[in-house]
């Protein structure tokens, strides 16, 4: 007799399931033992009465002394000689343990670290003494049970890199949606089965795999990656098929990567009902933040709101999926995006239920996280619309046809999308919006609204591909060239060129050569501020020439700022000042011009690319071939990826445009209120809501004398909300609101203690380099040639900042924020997703960035 743990590994290693290799001493040598060491009597006599402790102590001491067998010592021996003396893990199978009604999870005892012979013999006695261990007693007269038969299982020990526990069956699950546990930790286990620590969780849905919740015990912790979770996931559930009831297993993956499963036993308490989780909404501002960084206007919030409903509506009906379908998750389309505190936050759970509604909808939610940076993974309150057969059917053969048909197309709709802005932008030039009526003005915000509402699916087509494209060349590289890194795929799109964010940092970086070349300008550059200089261009007749260069590289570019997308912001039109203190940093900063920079990166990549292809297809003759070799239908992937991120910023340009646009067409709305005198102010026109902002200015208005009082309540309320510190991410139940009071979580201890910081690693490479930690691209002045640029988001804007830095290092954004497009575009080694980034570096510190595996070393 061998027990039930060393039975489930005999039977998980028949089905062909990895078990680390090792020996089963039997229950016959345990009893042999006992009788050698003259305990058979004593045994007896403690199973009459479990409470003697005395009893109990005499034996496991007794045991612990006795010397085993020879024989047994032996074939030990032989054991270790073959197994080249590797570390092995010592471990209780006791006749009982491991069954459906008792576990004895914990109870005997483990050793670990076993490597020479003498140490298994102690080992062994260890467990068998653990037999009559104070816990072992207690559980054994809890349970009614009396332990009389033991087999010990001599198992190779995994050199673990991360370790756990699943159960098939979460305790706590909603009986909505049946989920799977996965609880782990870095190393050994050990700790985690003991409870000495704060483990890792993760919840799986059982029915379509996808990651529920995926919750870090602190900001240092190196998670699972997607790959891993899923293979875990797979032999789980394979597992629970041949032992068919629901199972608690342990398993290790090696410092290889190699998953090893280490236990298998039925899950022995019920399956508890958890209480309401469907009423929990997960909130995160990750992407969203990078857009509108601060708290927005009522004006802000309603386009915003409308317009990611009509973002997802759109998208949904334009891949095919039926529009009954959409129609019954509208209550999640309008409750997308939320605020707290005044900003702007995503509604994760409604946004992954509808990505739910696509064929691979659990791939398309990891996807989406990636693209903006987030691990949560919430279950949403609103269950996938049912469908009959027929209608699965016909929307699995329609969804395709018509997908195909819009990225055929993409390329065409985004040029109409830039066409329709640029059409917009001309009817809402400033010189034509000086003049315009009520009636005109309203005409401009109806064709605003139809252009966000009605005509975005061409951008958001942009935005689609590059997210597919992107997650696609990041598991083709993980499949067919794991050893390559976790980074090599950006690698492959670093020195793009033609992307839109690059021109305008071309453009200025050609103005700052006109100063270097004028005496005159370089020292009124160099002499004075950026107001001053502002000033003086205007004045002085002899920079005429360079300040009517300067004032159309504003009318050309100058929509393109940090905070573009927000509103209530000065465009660099109305504030040329950070962008001439830009201007000023280009002119002192003696290094490569950005076209050098993006030729040095691009005969990178191109190497990165030949790399990638030699190794899957290491002929050359076959290598050329497009679709018939591994490395042509890479080439025909990889060209996709880079071409929908070239895309995808030419649409964001034209959204900056569109939006710098909208603010001065809210301001001539403002100012027609204001000669009314409905409003004090034009920029009040921002404290109103779109509807309300159309209604006032329709002479609709149900409120129209009280319009004034509203607005300063809001501006109150406002400023308020701007005092707030809300978290980047949490859990509120539906319809709840965070304390006015709130501040993100802060773990002083670990600040001070902890030097090495992880996140995401966006571009490839190392840098170590002084920090220059920015609260906005407006502060480039304390930036120095060679720093590493440390900030919690940026934006598009920070596109002419990023081309000084050599390193950056981001809190928020995920692989495919503008910060990431945007340094893999100068080559710069890049960290995004780097929790208390700002808070735990300082200004001056020393810093190494390894934009490869995602890890940040402080250095002080």
């Excluded at 270790?80 to 209780?92: C, F, T």
């Excluded at 990891?366 to 993974?377: D, K, L, R």
Aim: net charge neutral.
């Amino acid at each position: 007799m061998f027990g039930g743990k060393a039975a489930a590994l005999a039977r998980m290693l028949t089905h062909g399931f990895r078990v680390p290799t090792g020996i089963v001493v039997s229950d016959a040598i345990f009893q042999m033992h006992l009788d050698q060491a003259g305990l058979r009597a004593t045994v007896n006599a403690l199973a009459a009465n479990k409470a003697d402790t005395a009893l109990a102590e005499e034996i496991a001491n007794c045991l612990l002394m006795t010397p085993i067998n020879q024989k047994l010592l032996a074939a030990l021996g032989d054991y270790s000689h073959a197994a080249n003396n590797a570390v092995h893990a010592v471990r209780s199978s006791a006749i009982g343990e491991d069954s459906a009604k008792h576990s004895w999870a914990g109870q005997l005892d483990t050793v670990l670290n076993v490597t020479e012979v003498t140490a298994v013999e102690h080992a062994l006695r260890t467990v068998w003494a653990s037999a009559w261990s104070a816990r072992s007693l207690v559980y054994q007269r809890r349970c009614g049970l009396h332990l009389a038969h033991m087999g010990v299982i001599v198992q190779r020990q995994v050199d673990a890199r991360h370790a756990g526990v699943l159960f098939t069956h979460a305790p706590g699950a909603s009986s909505d949606v049946p989920a799977m546990l996965i609880e782990y930790c870095t190393g050994l286990g050990d700790a985690l089965v003991s409870g000495a620590l704060d483990p890792a969780r993760i919840r799986v849905a059982r029915e379509s795999g996808s990651t529920l919740e995926h919750v870090l015990p602190n900001i240092t912790f190196a998670p699972l990656s997607a790959v891993e979770i899923d293979e875990i996931v797979a032999e789980a559930s394979k597992l629970e098929t041949v032992f068919g009831c629901p199972l608690d297993i342990e398993w290790a993956i090696d410092q290889a990567g190699v998953l090893w499963l280490l236990q298998a036993r039925p899950i022995t308490t019920p399956v508890i009902e958890a209480p309401d989780i469907n009423n929990k909404i997960v909130w995160t501002n990750a992407n969203i933040a990078e857009n509108f960084p601060d708290p927005v206007s009522p004006f802000l919030y309603s386009v915003v709101r409308i317009g990611y409903a009509a973002y997802f509506r759109n998208l949904g009906l334009g891949f095919g999926i039926s529009p009954r379908r959409i129609a019954a998750m509208e209550p999640a389309l309008q409750s997308l995006v939320g605020v707290h505190g005044g900003r702007l936050y995503y509604n994760l759970s409604n946004i992954h239920a509808l990505l739910h509604l696509a064929p691979a909808g659990r791939w398309l939610v990891q996807a989406f996280n990636a693209f903006v940076g987030v691990q949560e993974n919430p279950v949403s309150r609103f269950p996938l619309p049912k469908q009959s057969f027929l209608d699965r059917v016909t929307e699995w053969l329609r969804i395709p046809i018509k997908t195909a048909g819009q990225y055929l197309t993409v390329q065409a709709r985004v040029a109409r999308f830039e066409a329709a802005v640029g059409q917009f932008c001309y009817r809402t030039r400033p010189s034509a919006l000086e003049n315009m009526q009520s009636t005109a003005l309203l005409d401009q915000l109806r064709g605003f609204l139809d252009l966000r509402l009605r005509r975005w699916n061409d951008a958001a087509l942009a935005d689609t591909a590059a997210m597919i494209c992107y997650g696609l060349l990041q598991r083709t590289l993980r499949r067919a060239w794991p050893e390559a890194g976790e980074g090599m795929h950006n690698n492959l799109l670093v020195g793009l060129h033609g992307l839109a964010s690059h021109t305008p940092v071309e453009k200025l970086w050609a103005l700052a050569q006109v100063v270097r070349a004028d005496a005159k300008l370089t020292q009124l550059f160099a002499e004075n501020d950026a107001a001053t200089i502002h000033e003086k261009l205007a004045k002085e007749q002899m920079f005429s020439a360079f300040h009517n260069q300067f004032y159309d590289y504003l009318e050309r570019w100058g929509f393109r700022s940090s905070g573009e997308l927000m509103l209530t912001h000065a465009s660099p039109q109305e504030d040329p000042a950070p962008t001439l203190a830009l201007l000023k940093t280009y002119v002192k900063i003696g290094s490569d011009s950005p076209e050098a920079m993006l030729l040095k990166q691009a005969a990178a990549r191109v190497a990165a690319t030949e790399a990638v292809c030699t190794h899957l297809s290491p002929l050359r003759l076959v290598r050329a071939l497009p679709w018939l070799s591994k490395a042509g239908r890479f080439r025909v992937l990889l060209s996709a990826t880079q071409g929908a991120i070239r895309l995808r910023e030419r649409a964001r340009m034209q959204q900056a445009r569109l939006y710098v646009r909208l603010r001065h067409l809210v301001q001539a709305c403002g100012r027609r209120l204001v000669a009314s005198g409905h409003l004090h102010d034009p920029d009040d026109a921002f404290q109103l809501t779109m509807d309300e902002l159309q209604d006032l200015l329709g002479g609709q208005a149900l409120y129209p004398y009280s319009v004034r009082a509203l607005v300063q309540q809001r501006r109150q309320d406002h400023e308020r909300l701007t005092r707030m510190t809300p978290p980047d991410n949490f859990v509120l139940a539906h319809g709840a609101y965070l304390s006015s009071t709130t501040a993100p979580e802060t773990n002083a201890t670990a600040r001070a203690s902890s030097t090495q910081l992880r996140g995401i690693g966006a571009c490839g490479g190392a840098i170590t380099a002084t920090a220059a930690v920015l609260a906005d691209a407006t502060e480039i002045a304390h930036l120095r040639e060679g720093d590493i640029v440390v900030t919690r988001q940026t934006d598009p804007g920070w596109a002419c900042v990023f081309f000084l830095a050599r390193g950056l290092v981001v809190e928020r954004g995920g692989m495919l924020s503008h910060g990431a497009i945007i340094a893999r575009e100068f080559g710069i080694p890049a960290v995004v997703g780097v929790s208390g980034a700002t808070t735990r570096i300082r200004s001056g510190d020393g810093l190494s960035v390894n934009g490869d595996s995602g890890v940040v070393d402080i250095i002080r």
